[in-house]
């Protein structure tokens, strides 16, 4: 492993604007990289269900030996993301401007190519390496929601590396993701000359976020309403108002659960305003759990050890593609990469987690030889 080519090439991929549904001039430069490394690449029909300028990146390099791993993460970030210039200083490499760093996911990205190009280099008889580069990541998962399973070698293990803490932590459950939209019908009425003509529908969705159970409602569970928005003018009484949240959870059967108790607080309150309301939910992933014991697991802690990281075991509150991939039947395992402060213009990695992500990933690759 190249430091210095590692430092740069990761500099290169974050200049490069891809946010979610834009990634068509990242996927392009990683099927450069890919291509110049020896593996066959092409890019599945998921952008026809993920609205995408690209699908989903799938590469496969054949092995010497016996033995096949996926490689995955993924080529899209969240906004701003455009002018990303980044700055290292004293180890530290952030952003200079009014941007997030994109070291979510490019430090993934990175990581496996530099790993592969090392290993490369040095002769090593390697097994079937096969790359999954997803879009969309960033739209809950929408990228590997359209993805094939059936294009991975089957039964290989696979490793997401997407997820902040320092490399050699591993993700061992991470909680399903629902989303609601629900609609308030009211009254419309002039909120000066005649309001008690009219009925409130945003006053019925405030009455029912006030009566949810909201926040982290357990040690396994959260829940949250982010979107609020009316129709209509000040001087207007909204007729339509619609909400959007989410809740989390670990167990399905307390995401059930706390599902109920949310569409009970929207029920309640528009019935008590004598209004209505429409409520929509949508199951976006699974949980994941993994076992301390299991092969999987274990097999990332000794590819940590022999890398000169120290394996930790991790509770996240966010999904990632192994979720989607988890519910396909895929074994598939989210590994930190070191990016700090994801999704803010705070962002930020150091040189050293860079490296020590290309480390694990090179044992990941020996290991998985048989």
Request: hydrophobic fraction near 40%.
């Amino acid at each position: 492993m190249k430091p210095d080519r590692l430092l740069n090439l990761f500099c290169e991929l974050v200049r490069i604007e891809s946010p979610s549904r834009h990634e068509s001039a990242m996927a392009a430069r990683c099927r450069t990289e890919l291509e110049a490394l020896g593996f066959t690449v092409r890019f599945d029909d998921s952008a026809a269900q993920t609205g995408s300028d690209t699908g989903n990146l799938i590469a496969r390099r054949a092995g010497d030996v016996p033995g096949a791993l996926v490689l995955c993460g993924h080529m899209d970030t969240v906004q701003p993301c455009a002018g990303i210039e980044p700055v290292v200083e004293d180890g530290v490499i952030r952003s200079a401007g009014d941007t997030i760093l994109s070291a979510d996911d490019k430090a993934g990205v990175a990581g496996i190519f530099e790993a592969v190009r090392s290993l490369v280099e040095t002769g090593e008889r390697l097994p079937e390496i096969c790359v999954v580069l997803t879009t969309c990541e960033e739209l809950h998962l929408l990228g590997s929601g359209a993805l094939d399973v059936s294009a991975l070698p089957a039964g290989a293990p696979c490793y997401v590396l997407d997820a902040d803490g320092d490399p050699g932590t591993i993700i061992q459950s991470a909680p399903c993701h629902c989303t609601f939209t629900a609609t308030f019908h009211g009254q419309a009425a002039h909120a000066g000359v005649e309001p008690e003509r009219g009925n409130s529908a945003l006053r019925m969705a405030a009455q029912a976020v006030c009566h949810m159970p909201l926040g982290r409602v357990s040690a396994h569970t959260t829940a949250n309403v982010g979107v609020i928005e009316c129709d209509g003018a000040t001087n207007v009484v909204p007729a339509t108002c619609w909400l959007s949240g989410e809740c989390r959870s670990t167990s399905v059967e307390r995401a059930r659960a706390e599902r109920a108790a949310m569409d009970d607080a929207m029920r309640t309150a528009a019935a008590q305003a004598h209004g209505s309301v429409d409520i929509q939910w949508r199951t976006d992933y699974l949980p994941i759990s993994y076992d301390e014991h299991d092969p999987l697991v274990q097999s990332v802690v000794t590819a940590a050890r022999a890398a000169g990281l120290a394996p930790r075991l991790h509770a996240s509150g966010g999904g990632a593609d192994a979720n989607i991939l988890a519910g396909r039947g895929v074994r598939a395992i989210t590994l930190a990469t070191g990016m700090a402060n994801y999704h803010s213009r705070d962002e930020y990695i150091t040189a050293e987690n860079l490296e020590g992500t290309a480390r694990l990933v090179e044992q990941l690759i020996l290991g998985a030889r048989k």
